[in-house]
């Protein structure tokens, strides 16, 4: 089993310029989440979903988006990329039915 | 509003002593709390677990110490092994929340051989 895999590692974007993180699961768990750590500092929830069609505003939310359609599915689009988006974006999964939530590895975001 | 805190962002310890770090929190609606290990360039992992009920959970090398009165909790590593080194955050979840994490800011363990 992979877990939670994140793609890309690293990624580039000049100041407005749009791109998708891309998060899938084979854990078969319910509930997902978004989190951006800056450096620092910790981890910041940004969006969650506990279930397939349902989304939710987390901690900083402005300037994201998220859609679930499969439960192992869970992407993040940046639309309009700002240099206050450069961060460390985590995924992780949780199956709801207890508090330990599974990390993916991470997507290193620079805006320019 | 920082409601998790993590006031000390580094810790060095031998290897073989004990290994102390400390966590406040100030949403007394915080139920569960949490421990995650962090290495570079990887995910967290979940380290250790405590539910406000209890005082204190121990798993092998680790023990989690809870202090509801004063809204404080401590991991404890002993004995402190060199490939404990890594950055540990503490999580708070509160009832109802669909399990939202809030995290400390970590504390940068280095334990020294």
């Known amino acids: 089993n992979a877990g939670v895999t994140q793609t890309p590692k690293f990624r580039i974007l000049k100041i407005g310029q749009s791109m998708t993180l891309q998060c899938t699961q084979d854990?078969?768990?319910?509930?997902m989440y978004w989190y951006r750590q800056d450096p620092g500092m910790g981890l910041k929830l940004i969006y969650y979903?506990?279930?397939?069609?349902?989304?939710d505003k987390g901690e900083v939310p402005n300037g994201y988006n998220v859609s679930r359609s499969t439960t192992e599915d869970f992407p993040l689009r940046l639309e309009l990329a700002a240099p206050s988006q450069t961060s460390v974006y985590f995924c992780a999964t949780g199956t709801g039915g207890s508090y330990e939530q599974y990390f993916g590895p991470g997507t290193r975001l620079t805006v320019t | 509003d920082q409601q998790v805190k993590q006031n000390s962002p580094s810790l060095s310890v031998q290897e073989g002593r004990i290994s102390i770090l400390n966590c406040d929190y100030t949403n007394s609606m915080f139920d569960y709390f949490l421990w995650y290990k962090k290495y570079p360039a990887e995910g967290p992992t979940f380290l250790i677990s405590?539910?406000?009920?209890?005082d204190k959970n121990e798993d092998g090398r680790f023990t989690v110490f809870l202090n509801k009165s004063a809204k404080h909790l401590s991991l404890h590593i002993v004995p402190s092994q060199p490939g404990d080194s890594a950055v540990y955050f503490c999580?708070?979840?509160?009832?109802?929340?669909?399990?939202?994490?809030?995290f400390g800011s970590g504390t940068q363990l280095t334990v020294l051989p």
């Open positions: 854990m078969n768990h319910n509930y």
């Open positions: 405590i539910s406000s009920i209890k």
């Open positions: 999580a708070a979840s509160a009832q109802g929340s669909a399990r939202q994490l809030t």
């Open positions: 979903s506990v279930g397939a069609g349902i989304t």
